[in-house]
């Protein structure tokens, strides 16, 4: 049984740390600055793509995101908080023999410092994220990456995220998804995505997870 679990959005609520950190790159490339709940779309999809949209192309985009990260690396990944509930459900998981990662957009390194920071690390058996050339920000490679490296069957594993892209990259690589609407995806968007389901609160969580992780199916026997 394995969970893969999204981070911005799922496990924390970043919102703070991302919006400062993106306004703080725009008034660094001298563009105009939206209020923090206009710029709230750019949390859980890879950082070069959403910036690369939200300046009309990809000429300023890479400064935009090296501004960016001068900020979050220092104030902005803990200008967070860890969502209620999400602690108490990764220590039932545990106990259920449940084997959870993550799976972040996010540079690797940085999910770590948040991880480690709120006391989360210790549930998890790895951490898996992006590259600073932006290797594996796609959840599609991140997923695949992380199958190549940990071996295990994708039909006995989850990914739980709050936007489209975890789904995404989860049916590409063979796994069921299971959405979360408190984090920055609509319903209609985790739906048409094709999660397996919905949930609306962290200890709502432990039930799909078990039951979705459950339903490999057995190997033919080999002679």
Known sequence: MIALFDLDGTL??????IT???QYAL?????????ADELTWMIGPPLIASFTELLGGADEAQDAVRFYRERYSDVGLFENEVYAGIPSLLQKLQEQGVRPFVATSKLHVFARRILDHFELSRFFIETYGSELDNRN???RDLIRHLLDRERFDPAGAVMIGDREHDAIGARANGLAS???TWGYGSRAE???AG???????PEALEEPILTLTASTPPRAATA
């Open 12 to 17: 924390t609520d970043p919102k703070t740390g």
């Open 20 to 22: 400062r950190s993106v």
């Open 27 to 35: 008034e660094r490339l001298g563009r105009p600055v939206p209020e």
């Open 137 to 139: 920000a796609d959840k």
């Open 178 to 180: 299971i959405g979360v």
């Open 190 to 192: 985790l739906l048409e």
């Open 195 to 201: 999660c397996a389901c919905l949930v609306d609160r």
